[in-house]
Each structure stands twice: as C-alpha cells, then as structure tokens.
C-alpha cells in the first residue's frame, strides 16, 4: 500500500466518525470538551457556526452522528451527542456580542429566499454579513418553516425556536409572512440577482382507499393535521385516533393526539417493527406514553355503515425477504382486522409540490417532478435558481437542511460575483500537538467504560396534560458533565513520524486494541489480515506509514484505535504524538 497522506484533509477528518456523518461536519469533540470545561456559551457558538440552530437540533435532531461514534465500539450506547448540544444552548450566556456584524452599506446584490424554513435561514445567515440585501417570503405567520409546523411543541418550545430563528431575522432580513408565493417568474421579475428556493415537502401523501369518500370528514394528512395543532386551530381530538405510518411524522400525531384527548390512541404500520422509519426514540417515546403499534399491518378500507365511519379494515401480512434482502409484504390469509376509530391520521410520507413554478422559466425538472439541481452547487438549470433542504431532493431532515443551505450561500456568493461556482472553498483545517509533558496531555485521555447516562423525563401525567409541556427535561450540569466525559475525543489524532520511529515495538506492547502492527507491506487485502488484530471494516482506512529502516511499514487499523495516547506516551522517540484536528466547512465569505 502506499503511504497514507495524512496532508489531505479529508484523511482525518473521515476518523473523527461522528463530524463526518453529520451533514454540517459539526466538530463535535470540540463542542463536547469546551461542555466537559463548562464553557456553554463557547460550546454554543462552535456550534452555531456549523449547525445554526443548536437548541432546536439539540432537541430535535436526527442524531446521524451517534450511530457512528466510536464509543458505541466500547459499550452499547453511543455518547448522546444530540442532548449535549442542548446542555450547551440551555446553559449559555447571552451570545449577542459574538453574532457576526451586519454592515450598514449594502453591497448592491439582492437575493430572494422563498421559504422561511432551516435551509433558507442558513442561507441568510450566510449572506447577511457579506452585506447582501435579503427578502425572505413565507405563508406562515413566522420563521422556521417544518421546525414550526411541524415539530410539536413537547418537543421543541417555541421560545427556543423563536429565539435561534430571531438571531438570523436580526441581522436586517425583510421578511415577509403570511405570503404564499404563487409564481416563482413574479420574484424573478423583480430582478433579484439569485433566488433561493427552500419550500421543503408541504405536500403529504394519502391513501385513495374504498370508502374514503364517505369517511373525508374524519380522515386528515398527517402533517397538515400537525400544522392546524401548531397553529392553533385545533385543540382536540376524536377519543378513538388511527395514526397510519411508521415515520417520525406518525409518532408526532399519535403523541399529541394524546395530549389533546385522544384516549384509544394506535399506529398502525404496514412493516415490521423493526423496518420502520421513525428514530427508535421516538418508537420508544411513544410506547412509553401508553401508545401501542401495530406492525404488518395494511390498511385496506374504511368502514361506513348506515353513514357513519366506523373504523378501518386491516389486512395482515408478513415480511419476507429475497436473497439480495428486498422486502415483499405476503398476506398471512387471515381475517380482516378491525380497529374501530372516530379520526383517521394519515403520516405515510411527504412529497414535493411546484405548481407555482412555472415551467418555461428555464427549470428543468426530472424524476418525480423534482428540478434538477446540482448536488455540488445547488444551482439549478436556470443560474439563478439555487434549491435547497427537501425542496431539493426531496425529504431528509433539518441538519442536512442546513448543510445545504451553507453549500448554497457560497454558491450564490460566488454567482453574484461573476465566479465558477464549482470552485469550492476549501475547508479550515488545524492539526496541532497536545503535549504538555513527556506524560501529560491537554485533553483527558482515559478510556474507561462509562454507560450513557438517561435523560430524564417529566412525569408522565404532566406531560400528557398539556401539550405545551416539554416532554424531555434535558441533562443538567453535572449529568451533562459526566457524559461529555464519555467522548473518546476522535478528533485528537495518533500522528507517526517514521525518521523517529526505532522499531522497538513499545506501542505495539502498549496498546488496548491491538490496532498498531509492524509488518511487511502488501496488497491492502493481504495486509488487513496479517495485521495484529485482522482488520475487517473496510469502511475505515488503514494508517500506513513511510519505508522503515528495515523496510517495514507501520499499519495502524484506525477502525478500533481509542485515542488514548498510551503509544505516544510510551514511545521512546515522540515518534508518536497526539495532534488535535479541527476541520472546519467553509462558509459563505470565508
């Protein structure tokens, strides 16, 4: 194998697991230590510059980052990186002072952003510093777009929502609400140099089953139902509710029509339990409020009789699998299941809606009447028009909402000033040594098992009575403290200088995980298996290092080493060391 360049920056930054499965590359061993040191508000702003809304994500998240931290590697549970970040928000001080300045002469360049959802925030957040003048339109009557219609407030006040969407409208945003936007070619005409489209997926989906014609009073979408809660316009619901889907859409409608009196609650999803979309937390939130779910299970009609609905008729299936794993739903030939029901909430997915797009603007659209959109840049076939969030490629979540949105505020900075759009800024990297001592290091470097530790929850009567009520309460310092003590701190990297390196074997002898071989190269096939501990997880690279005098190689299996820093400690030669490794994403004007 050749040696590894460590040079390039995209080496390390692929073993810090958890900032490179997040859509914004938050660096989060960062944050966590500056919570470990309670540093909140410095925690805070390292995350408000990656993930902008760190009290919302840090309630809300999808969490892509936990599944892929290394501390999962040592015990079951993965450090709860999403509610550190809430420790963080919920412990900071006023952050005013190091919001970026907004210059008081414009720079003459106009950008339109249609949706005042997480993706064009971001991109506002982006340009305002740079002086740009912005126009945010939006049918709500406030910022935050799905965050706002979407998202219950047990799980997210709206004092918390208001204050991180406030930080960006702050910055001299005209934002017009209570506007729906009707025709993308009346913006154009108004001759804003870029336009931004971040409208999300308003539009759910249903299910045209036999009797749905009579039953349409007593059916509603999943979301829009959800909406009509946030809104306001609706503070109850029937006693008995059939919430139909398996996503995280479907555990908001069944946990809140609990709270709004629904007394025989059920989800019924036609996969298995295990197959579902939803985040296991929130199938857990759920079951823990007394909602039960019913797995294969197919909707098949609903059930009228003498004009009145009645219910829905199920019908029973199994999952089988073929040998490349594709699922078929096979009836079990069992009776039709009943389920008596008063509401029908229909939470089986979303989709995109552009009938105010009209179609001779210069937009080409695809697959699914999508518009083509550059994955890169954002930008569509029109130059102009950059989408972003689920507007562009259909339903995800806010963090790579926002991850889109910081690529398309470079983007459109790049457009307005005449330049290739395709030439990205290169990310902020640092790699400096932690060495404090021959034995001492400027992190904490043990590794001790340590199970994650439980948010705790409001009483369950408490948080059933109103829906208003936070359902999690969140960690508090102490508790916050001993979990960030739980991160393996990925980011402080095992760097090998070969010329030092005297083949005395030290770090092999010393090292937990036996991730460190002295051996003969070779083909990376052969190589992983002759190493000390065989080397399996081919998504993880090898570290192999220059030509050693005995024409040997260092091969460390960067899958399963701890950062732990016992071989730099015991190396005789520093030909180890403990180098921190910040990457930074580029923002707009960076």
């Known amino acids: 194998m050749k040696q590894t360049d460590t040079q390039n920056p995209e080496y390390f930054h692929k073993v810090v697991d958890c900032q490179y499965a997040c859509p914004a590359h938050t660096p989060v061993p960062e944050y966590i230590r500056l919570i470990a040191a309670e540093r909140y508000t410095d925690a805070y702003m390292v995350n408000w510059e990656s993930n902008v809304f760190p009290g919302v994500l840090g309630r809300t998240c999808d969490r892509p980052c936990e599944p892929a931290c290394r501390r999962g590697r040592v015990e079951e549970e993965p450090v709860a990186i999403c509610r550190l970040k809430r420790v963080a928000a919920d412990n900071k001080e006023d952050i005013s002072d190091r919001l970026p300045k907004i210059p008081s002469k414009k720079n003459g360049k106009r950008i339109a952003l249609i949706g005042a959802g997480p993706a064009s925030l971001t991109v506002a957040r982006g340009l305002a510093p740079l002086g740009y003048s912005i126009d945010i339109y939006d049918n709500q009557f406030a910022g935050g777009g799905m965050m706002r219609s979407q998202i219950p407030s047990f799980r997210l006040p709206a004092e918390v929502l208001d204050e991180e969407v406030n930080y960006i409208l702050d910055m001299g945003i005209n934002a017009t609400f209570d506007t729906y936007v009707d025709s993308l070619k009346s913006i154009l005409d108004k001759d804003y140099d870029a336009v931004f489209v971040g409208t999300g997926a308003p539009k759910g989906r249903g299910l045209n089953l036999p009797g749905l014609e009579d039953a ?67 199938k857990e939130d759920a079951m823990h409020e007394g909602i039960p779910i019913y797995n294969n299970h197919v909707p098949k009609e609903f059930v009228i009789k003498d004009g009145k609905f009645l219910g829905m008729h199920f019908e029973k299936v199994e999952a089988v699998y073929d040998e490349a794993g594709k699922r078929s739903l096979v009836p079990t030939d069992e009776p039709l299941v009943f389920m008596e029901a008063d509401t029908v909430l229909m939470a089986i997915g979303q989709d995109n809606a552009f009938p105010w797009v009209e179609r001779d603007l210069g937009i080409e659209f695809g697959k699914w009447d999508m518009p083509v959109v550059d994955p890169v840049t954002f930008q569509s076939t029109n130059p102009k028009v950059f989408f972003g969030g689920d507007a ?116 092999v002898d010393i090292c937990p995980t036996d991730c460190i071989t002295f051996t003969d190269n070779g083909e990376e096939t052969d190589l992983r298996a002759r190493l000390t501990g065989p080397a399996g997880n081919l998504a993880q690279d090898l570290y192999v290092s220059a030509d050693l005098p005995t024409a040997r190689v260092m091969v460390k299996d960067e899958d399963v080493c701890l950062h732990c820093g016992l071989c730099a400690e015991r190396c005789p030669t520093s030909a180890w060391d403990m180098q921190k490794f910040l990457y930074n994403v580029m923002k707009a004007g960076q």
Request: a negative charge.
């Open 216 to 282: 349409s009073e007593h059916v509603h979408l999943g979301i829009d139902w959800l909406a009509s809660v946030a809104f306001e316009h609706r503070d109850s619901v029937d006693k008995k509710v059939l919430v139909l889907g398996g996503g995280n859409t479907a555990m908001d409608c069944c946990r809140t029509s609990k709270r709004l009196g629904g007394e025989d609650v059920r989800v019924v999803v036609r996969s298995p339990f295990e197959d579902m979309k939803a985040s296991p937390w929130e």
């Open 392 to 507: 562009a490629f259909g339903p995800e979540n806010v963090i790579t909402a926002v991850a889109h949105g910081h690529q398309a505020a470079i983007s459109i900075d790049l457009f307005c000033q005449g330049k290739d759009v395709t030439q990205r800024p290169a990310p902020g990297v640092t790699l400096s040594s932690q060495k404090m001592g021959v034995h001492e290091w400027s992190y904490d470097n043990s590794v001790e098992s340590d199970q994650r530790h439980v948010v705790p929850l409001a009483p369950l009567e408490v948080a059933l009575s109103d829906r208003k009520v936070e359902a999690e309460l969140g960690f508090d310092r102490p508790t916050g403290f001993k979990e960030a003590e739980r991160c393996l701190n990925c980011d402080v990297q095992t760097v090998f200088d070969a010329p030092r390196c005297i083949e005395c074997d030290a770090c």
